[in-house]
Structures are given as structure tokens and as C-alpha cells.
């Protein structure tokens, strides 16, 4: 996983870092999966269509106005999704992660997302919403999203983290990509959500096939 702790994409001197790592893995036949908001992996494409490489990009959803407010110094939502038309286009495996998805989004804007991203055909869609619970919250709102409000507390938190699960299933099914999202789910969210639920989604295996090893 090159990602996690920081982009792998996020400058010139990381993508040529990335570059190299991702070279050495592929000559051990390593499986590797990449998450960026950047848009250097573009020039890496060479060697990104390798069947062992899965690309994606955290894209919580296709909205610049909004996006420019929660990660003004990431690139536009739109610029992203041009980057994995790109990744389609040369034939990579490709991924999403719609996260974290801020508190106002509605099923209309998931259906919306959705259905833009099923045109690029990604193996997965892993999701979760923003989590803006203690110093979270306060860095969003000393960013001035005073959205971060509505979901500091852990019970609006939990509220909220419901109301999306079930309508990006809802989204999902309408747009007829359920098979295709994976839930990260939130281990606070027990006593909220069955013990059941949560661990059917922390522990199930992504639909992807990886090669063995």
C-alpha cells in the first residue's frame, strides 16, 4: 500500500521516489495498491498499467466549490476524475475512495458520484464520511467549514456516519454498482450499529482479484 501516511504523488520528488519503489516491486511480482490525490502518477502510466498495481484516488466527491474548501491545497475533484478518465483510457486497474464525504451530501449526490465513476470502471468504491470529533473538528473549523459542527459530537457523528451508509447503498443500487462498494466502517460505531455489521465490513475481503502469492 503506497499511501496511508502521506501521498505517494504529492510532488515531483515523492513521484520519483514512488517511481523507483514501484519498480522494484514489480520486479519481486509484489501486489500494489496506490491511493494519491495528486496527479503525477499520470506520467508513471508506463508502468501502471502492470496487472499487480491497482491506481486510485481519494475523491469524496465531484464538486470543486466544496472540495476547494475542505482540501484547498489538493488538486479540483474534477482534475482527479480527468486523471482516472486517463487511467481508463491506458488501460489500468483502477479504484476509488469516496471519502470522507462531507455531512450535507444526499442520496442525489451519491447517485450523482456514483454514476460518474461506474464510467470509469473501477474494480472498488471504498467509502466513509468525514470525521470531525476532537482536534478534527477544530482544525475544520479554524478552516472555517462550519459544517464540522453538525458532527463533533459523537452521537451527530454516528448520526450522520447512518444516514450516508444507507444512502450510498441506496445510491449504489439505483445506480447498479452495489457489488462494487466497500464500507470502511468506523470501530466507534459499535453501540450505534450492530457489533455484526461492523465487523462484516472490517474484516470482508474486497472484490478485487489479486494475484496469489
Known sequence: MLCSGTDPYQNKKTAEITRRTIEVLIKHNKNVRILTRGLLWQNDLDILTHPNISIGMSIPCINDELLKKIEPQAPLSSDRYKALQKGYEAKCRLYVAMAPTPPMMTLDNFKFNLD????????????????????????????????????????????????????????????GCLDKVHIWPDPSLKGFVSEEKIDNWLYRPTIEKWNSK
Open 116 to 175: 460518474q465513476f461506474m464510467k470509469i470502471n473501477p474494480e472498488v468504491i471504498f467509502w466513509e464520511p468525514i470525521n470531525a470529533r476532537g482536534t478534527n473538528g477544530r482544525r475544520m473549523l479554524a478552516a472555517g467549514l462550519d459544517f464540522a459542527k453538525s458532527i463533533m459530537s459523537r452521537q451527530s457523528w454516528a448520526d450522520t456516519f447512518i444516514k450516508q451508509w444507507n444512502d450510498i447503498e441506496a445510491a449504489a443500487k439505483e445506480v
